[in-house]
């Protein structure tokens, strides 16, 4: 289902609890206006997307989750994510620790003294305690060592564990804890440092990704999907845009939900949805 209308007021009419994850990237501040005149910038960006957020973990269960970065002009940086992130935990909203969507930044994105800008912030929130549902190691590669390969770190006592292992604690009956060993098994823990390789020279996942002004690749929308929205779950983006959270949804085997405020991006995002589910049946025929 795709609506056309401003995200906060479109996701109020929603049901509380109705979709496991929220993920998506609004604008950057004033970065680009959209067609729409946007001009947002500073505390008065935060402040809308503290209200955006606040309604995200209303109609989500799980996990909210949006790309953002700030804008830097006469070589200050704006902080907006920093800000964010300090303005959403003085709310008394859970804040997790985000990770962070590593790409290759735009060249001359550090201007003439400064580093070339590789990362953007994760912003994620949820409505406290453990997520009703996650499987953070599917996007995890394999261990590098087989059981007893090289040794990596020790115990507190001192035992030595390799990459496989991990130390854990176990209560006796009587009451006591005892240090032992258990193996790890499947995929490693990804962690928090998302590389999705080049997205450059048409590698973002769909040439109609191009016609949104701010387009994300595909499989940084896969990872947080298959990590933290169950199999049949529900997907919200309330910036769909070119339709590639959609798009890796359906290839996931998820449910999706996109907002977007103009009515170019909702034929959009239908576009894109009608593309993955072409592919995904290609893929299913071949396979």
């Known amino acids: 289902m795709i609506i056309k209308g ?3 007021a479109e996701m109020q009419k929603m ?3 109705s979709v496991d994850l929220v993920f998506g990237s609004p604008p ?7 067609g729409i005149d946007f001009k947002v910038k ?4 935060v402040d809308w997307m503290v209200a955006v957020y606040i309604e995200s973990l209303r109609v989500c269960k799980g996990l909210v989750a949006y790309v953002v970065a700030g804008r830097t002009r006469k070589f200050a940086w704006s ?4 800000l964010l992130i300090a303005d959403l935990h003085r709310a008394g909203i859970a804040v997790r620790e985000g990770p962070y969507y590593h790409r290759v930044g735009i060249p001359g994105s550090g201007g003439p003294d400064w580093l070339r ?3 953007e912030f994760i912003v994620c929130a949820t409505n406290g305690g453990r997520l009703p549902w996650s499987d953070n190691k599917v996007m995890g590669h394999k261990p590098v060592w087989p059981e007893g390969g090289p040794l990596s770190h020790r115990t507190t006592n001192g035992e030595r564990i390799n990459q496989k292992s991990r130390a854990i604690t176990v209560r006796q009956k009587d009451g006591s804890t005892k240090q032992g060993i258990a193996t790890i098994r499947g995929n490693a823990n990804p962690g928090c440092l ?3 390789g080049s997205v450059g020279g048409g590698q973002i996942g769909s040439k109609l990704a191009h016609e949104n002004e701010a387009p994300f690749p595909e499989k940084l929308a896969e990872f947080m999907i298959r990590s933290f929205c169950p199999p049949g779950g529900i997907t919200l983006d309330p910036f769909c845009g070119s339709g590639t959270t959609g798009a890796a949804a359906v290839k996931a085997g998820r449910k999706f939900i996109g907002i977007d405020v103009r009515a170019s991006q909702v034929a959009l995002t239908y576009r894109r949805l009608s ?7 290609l893929s299913i025929e071949e396979s």
Do not use: F, K, M
């Not at 500073?42 to 960006?45: F, L, N, T, V």
């Open 79 to 82: 902080c907006t994510p920093a």
């Open 275 to 281: 593309e993955a589910r072409q592919q995904l049946n």
């Open 42 to 45: 500073g505390q008065d960006w």
């Open 28 to 34: 950057y501040e004033d970065a680009r206006t959209y």
């Open 117 to 119: 800008h590789d990362l």
């Open 15 to 17: 049901p509380t609890d």
């Open 6 to 8: 401003d995200c906060i």
């Open 194 to 196: 998302i590389s999705v």
